[in-house]
């Protein structure tokens, strides 16, 4: 491949050239981030699967095979009619377009046999004007070829485009396809643990950049070598040819560059496509759980409404029904709110009430609830289970839960233990003794059927309302069977049964206000619904800035200089040189023009040989400065990431998944837009400074018209570049949001499958993509007609050089010889002259990339951990004390969720926090750890405000547990010395036994030393929290903080969570637990009962239970009168 550089022209389609390496993206090095938390972050690691799935996955990833390679011609399988039409007229016009480069070259080599001394001389001595006359017409006839190629490029861009995106937006509809762990890392105070080894981990992609870059020198200096090489023997050869009347100087000049643009030519395709050669479309693993809400990223009415048409007064029925209308309609825009990206503007509650009302408007005769409640409160699980119980009348059940108080109405109980099913009876039987109930007979299963499948066919059921359209005024009365369930006949307001199922239709609008109540409930966590606050426009970094950080590099700098310096001289050398070859060929004796070609030939060969050792040095050390400068920018980003508040990951452009992209990719940009585009601009503008030296002392008049053109081809070269690069710069984001109709409908394909959506979801997704179709069309031939235009101003100032050089020619200020050879080094070198210019919509282009890396780096946190003057006391009592604290989420700053609020704990002192849920529970836990800083009011530690203390230290006081256990993607040892690395091995197992951890984890194969996994995936869920709560115990904090530690965990390894965490809060330490259950609430000190961001109640279990108030409420699913706690069915 011969590159631009070198010979100045370029292909119709490459304009202006440069070396693949410099025109493609920068490599982006295997980022080792990618596989640590980031990777984590995925949207559907599934939490708490057992071992067995999480080795199955891991085996499908190990065996998976590479993808199989697509034919040519299936490319265009989704191409319609009209599809091939656009492509047939677009290749026509390509090929117009590359066609018009031949017919310059004949041209080109006309106007070369001017200098053929015997007709020039003839032709001088008849008519002086006639010589000026057939330049005109050589200019006149490049003005012509400059128009086709504006017609020609206009037509083939215009089609391609508009027939792209066609045939895309078919195959986008059939083809749907330690930053996560933040706060445990901020609670054990392992920044610097992290950046250590993050650090570490980037010297391996340095070394692996700087391997590449040595490949990319050698390879590069051979190719360019070997094409300056080939260039000299076919210049040799010419002279053979034309001493021997074969070809003239014209013909051979011609014929070398149709070689040179041939191969540039198949080059371009190549190296286009190669950076899609290692890319594969592949399914995302998002696990289906079934029970996961599915909010899409609609309106609440859409949600409602998914899958099915619904009038407004429809949606809103069964909103009522579902508990759902209350807070629905205290939103600002009621159920226009657009609740955000999987419904994560909204809590657990209510997505399942809005999950529940979907279901109520699908009006189903068979219902399947899987653990719908499983990681609800108390307060928030009744009040869901009213709407469920009204959801379920009429209609076939079947219950997947573990909490008792679920399944105090089902007929029938199955218990089921390693697949099998051990106990069923009916609910009444169930209620009796162990002792009285046996297991199910032979009889009760017939073929594998349960008894409790056989009895649903012969009990009479409730007649289903099966209008699929919903017309509910017409829905008729439901005939409840009086044994089963309460009569609905003469059903009043205050029923349990929906009115929607059975009020009158005259009376339904009055009845559903029954089911409408009134709704405080706020958000524990934050949304990422984020509003932006103290936001200033962040401006892209200087040169001089980019410099300063490479700084530390110069003498690779130095020495890439000089290899960029001369292998860009070499372009207008080149193109000089072969002009006094052409000047050669015409001399009348044959002896002196065998001595000039073969002088001149030899010099392009040693031009060829230093070639390779110039594109080494530019390249190897560049590339080790451009490494380097990856790396530093890196460490730079990531030690910053860690130096932010946890409000600043809450937002949404600051998620895992998104930081880790900008680690891998942005500072790569930064690498491309200085180091990479330094060697090219040192390149290109020593070829400007060689060719206009050469060209002044050549006529200096014609250097300074070609000095002229450049303004307009550099306006030509960048909004070239901008038209083509820019085109995506709308499309992309229409496609953005398109894509999320996609993701959302993907990551929860049963809930799309079970409502029969999908054609919804393909109507929604064609919708959009007719938007862009629309948009393309319009976008492509206004691109098609910049695109011609730019390629016509090319010609056109070719042929205004030409003309002036014929002109200077008749007038005598140049001789013939000395003209064409200004043409031959400016047409070939002003090419290469513009492609500095070239670089700015690259810039442009990663303007938002360059931004955004500086905008993390300079970032001042609100809460800083660096901070050093802060207090570090020599002993911590554990005296917490919160005094009128005002406190909102960053995220979500118009909605309070501590609301002067004041709470007092003492040294040593037990505390329970309850409350329903978004009553500022978790928000207590997040203040202490300082997570947040509150809004107004204060935070005490031992009477110092926590501002006062320095960040680290305090928070290598406090020990905190979470309800999901963070488990790192390395050994359990390793898992549990996260919190003291220099612990010893009996202090480590100590610790895992104060756990309950030690015996499971002695039972595997390989100990301590058992890798667990991605997320632990390999753990159970009870396993994972044992190992975290070993970490807290190896910490040996004085100030514990569980946060419903127990809550997400079946009941027998609920059983033994629950003892560790009572052998851990024994002992002289202050606790603050966020728990429900009644177990762990007998034993505290004092309980704190929160509603609406305020204490309502306080005091002992004891107390709480004789005051009989929010606090006897919340407790009230836990009294199941001696039933035994199974995981049911």
């Known amino acids: ?23 493609s993206e920068p490599p982006e090095s295997p980022s080792p981030y990618g596989d640590g938390p980031a990777g984590d972050a995925g949207v559907g690691a599934r939490e708490g699967e057992g071992a067995g799935a999480g080795e199955e996955e891991v085996e499908d990833d190990e065996v998976e095979p590479p993808p199989a390679a697509v034919s040519f011609w299936r490319l265009f399988e989704f191409a319609d009619g009209l599809d091939w039409a656009l492509m047939a007229v677009g290749a026509l016009a390509a090929a117009t377009h590359g066609a018009a480069l031949v017919v310059y070259l004949h041209y080109f080599g006309r106007a070369l046999n001017l200098l053929d001394s015997e007709r020039v001389g003839s032709a001088l001595n008849r008519n002086g004007d006639e010589l ?11 003005i012509y070829i400059a128009a086709g190629v504006f017609v020609a490029g206009w037509i083939e861009v215009s089609c391609w485009i508009f027939t792209g995106e066609r045939q895309t937006a078919v195959i986008r509809s059939k083809y749907v396809q330690a930053i996560s762990y933040i706060r445990t890392l901020y609670a054990f105070t392992n920044e610097t643990l992290a950046k250590y080894s993050y650090a570490t981990s980037l010297q391996a992609t340095l070394r692996y950049g700087i391997l590449i870059s040595l490949v990319q020198g050698i390879g590069l200096g051979f190719t360019y070598g070997l094409a300056i090489c080939s ?9 053979h040819l034309i001493a021997r009347g074969k070809a003239d100087g014209g013909e051979v000049v011609v014929a070398l560059f149709a070689v040179i643009l041939s191969g540039l030519g198949s080059s371009f395709g190549w190296g286009k496509h190669k950076e899609f050669e290692s890319r594969m479309v592949k399914k995302p693993n998002w696990s289906g759980d079934a029970r996961t809400s599915f909010i899409e990223f609609e309106h609440s009415r859409k949600n409602i409404a998914y899958g099915r048409s619904a009038t407004f007064d429809q949606i809103e029925e069964a909103a009522k029904t579902a508990h759902a209308h209350g807070f629905i309609s205290s939103l600002e825009k009621g159920y226009e709110t657009q609740v955000g990206r999987a419904g994560l503007a909204l809590t657990d509650e209510q997505k399942i009430k809005i999950s529940i009302a979907r279901a109520v408007l699908s009006n189903p005769s068979i219902l399947l609830l899987d653990e719908v409640t499983g990681g609800l409160d108390f307060e928030a699980e009744k009040a869901v289970q009213e709407a469920l119980d009204v959801l379920m009348l009429g209609r076939s059940t079947i219950i997947i839960a573990r909490r008792l108080s679920l399944i105090k109405n089902a007929d029938y109980i199955a218990v089921m233990e390693e697949g099998h099913l051990v106990e069923m009876d009916t609910n009444r039987n169930s209620h009796d003794s162990p002792k009285d109930r046996s297991p199910p007979s032979e009889q009760s299963i017939d073929n594998g059927i349960p008894m409790v499948a056989i009895e649903t066919e012969r009990t009479p059921s409730i007649k289903r309302q099966d209008s699929f359209e919903m017309k509910l005024p017409d829905l008729p009365k439901v005939d409840v069977h009086p044994i089963q369930r309460q009569s609905s006949k003469n059903s009043e307001p205050d029923s349990p049964i929906s009115p929607l199922l059975t009020s009158d239709p005259k009376n339904e609008r009055s009845h559903s206000q029954t089911f409408s109540r009134p709704h405080s409930e706020q958000d524990d966590t934050s949304s990422e619904q984020s509003e932006l606050d103290d936001v200033q426009e962040h401006k892209p970094p200087s040169f001089w800035r980019l410099a300063g950080l490479s700084i530390a590099e110069w003498p690779y700098a130095l020495l890439g200089t000089i290899g960029a310096a001369i292998f860009g001289s070499f372009n207008p050398l080149l193109a000089y040189t072969i002009a006094l070859i052409v000047s050669a060929y015409y001399r009348i004796e044959a002896q002196d023009m065998h001595h000039e070609v073969n002088r001149w030939c030899l010099f392009i060969v040693g031009m060829g040989v230093i070639t390779v050792l110039v594109n080494w040095l530019q390249h190897f050390y560049f590339g080790i400065m451009g490494e380097k400068m990856t790396e530093r920018i890196r460490r730079m980003m990531f030690s910053a990431m860690l130096r932010n508040e946890v409000g600043w990951f809450d937002k949404d452009e600051n998620n895992a998944d998104t930081l880790s992209m900008r680690l891998a990719n942005d500072a790569t940009f930064v690498r491309a837009a200085f180091s990479n585009r330094l060697s090219i601009f040192i390149q290109d503008t020593a070829a400007v400074s060689v060719a206009f030296l050469i060209g002044m002392l050549l006529e200096w008049r014609v250097a300074l018209v070609a000095l002229a053109t450049l303004p307009v081809l550099v306006i030509s070269a960048i909004a070239q570049k901008l038209w083509l690069a820019g085109f995506s710069k709308g499309i992309q984001e229409m496609h953005r949001k398109a894509s999320l109709v996609l993701e959302d409908a993907v990551r929860n394909i049963y809930t799309v499958v079970a409502f029969c959506a999908g054609n919804k979801i393909m109507e929604l997704y064609r919708l959009h993509l007719g938007k862009i179709l629309k948009q393309s069309l319009v976008h492509g031939l206004a691109i098609g007609f910049g695109f011609g235009f730019s390629q016509f101003l090319l010609f056109a100032c070719n042929a205004l050089l030409l003309w002036y050089t014929a002109i200077s020619v008749n007038q005598g200020r140049l001789t013939i010889a000395t003209g064409l050879k200004e043409y031959v080094l400016f047409s070939f070198a002003s090419f290469a002259l513009v492609e500095p210019f070239g670089l700015a919509p690259y810039i442009l282009k990663r303007r938002k990339s360059l931004t955004s890396v500086f905008e993390i780096i300079d970032r001042e946190p609100k809460i800083d951990p660096d901070d050093t003057t802060g207090l570090k006391p020599p002993n911590v009592y554990g005296s917490i004390e919160f005094k009128n604290v005002d406190f909102s989420y960053p995220a979500r700053p118009e909605i309070l969720v501590l609301s002067n609020f004041n709470l007092k704990v003492s040294g040593g002192q037990t505390v329970a926090v309850v409350g329903v849920s978004g009553s500022g529970k978790s928000t207590i836990i997040s203040l202490i750890e300082r997570f947040y800083d509150p809004v107004s009011g204060q935070v005490l530690l031992d009477g110092r405000d926590l501002k006062s203390f320095n960040l680290r230290w305090l928070r290598s006081h406090m020990g905190l547990i979470q309800q999901e256990p963070v488990i790192f993607s390395t050994t359990i040892r390793e898992n549990i010395i996260y919190a003291r690395h220099n612990a010893t091995e009996a202090e480590m197992k100590e610790a895992a036994r104060i756990a309950n951890a030690h015996h499971f984890i002695s039972s595997l194969p390989h100990g301590y030393d058992t890798h ?75 309980i704190v009962v929160l509603n609406g961001g305020r204490i309502v109640e306080q ?28 995981r049911l069915m």
């Open 1 to 23: 491949m011969v590159p631009t550089g070198l010979f100045g022209w370029a292909s119709p389609h490459v304009q202006p050239l440069t070396p693949v390496s410099e025109v």
């Open 1099 to 1126: 005091g002992t279990h004891d107390s709480l239970m004789d005051l009989n108030g929010l606090y006897v409420r919340l407790m009230q699913p836990h009294f199941g009168k001696g039933l035994r706690q199974h």
């Open 132 to 142: 000026l006359q057939r330049f005109k017409e050589h200019a006149l006839y490049i």
């Open 231 to 239: 260039c000299a023997l076919q210049l040799w050869v010419g002279r």
């Open 1012 to 1086: 667990v996994g991605m997320r632990g995936v390999d753990l159970t869920p009870g396993q994972k929290q044992r190992i975290a709560i070993a970490r807290v115990v190896l910490k040996n904090a004085p100030i514990l903080l569980l946060d419903e530690a127990s809550s997400a965990i079946e009941s027998e390894s609920s059983r033994v969570v629950q003892e560790a965490l009572d052998t851990l809060v024994m002992g002289n330490k202050t606790t603050i637990l966020i728990a429900h259950r009644q177990a762990m609430m007998k034993h505290v000190d004092n």
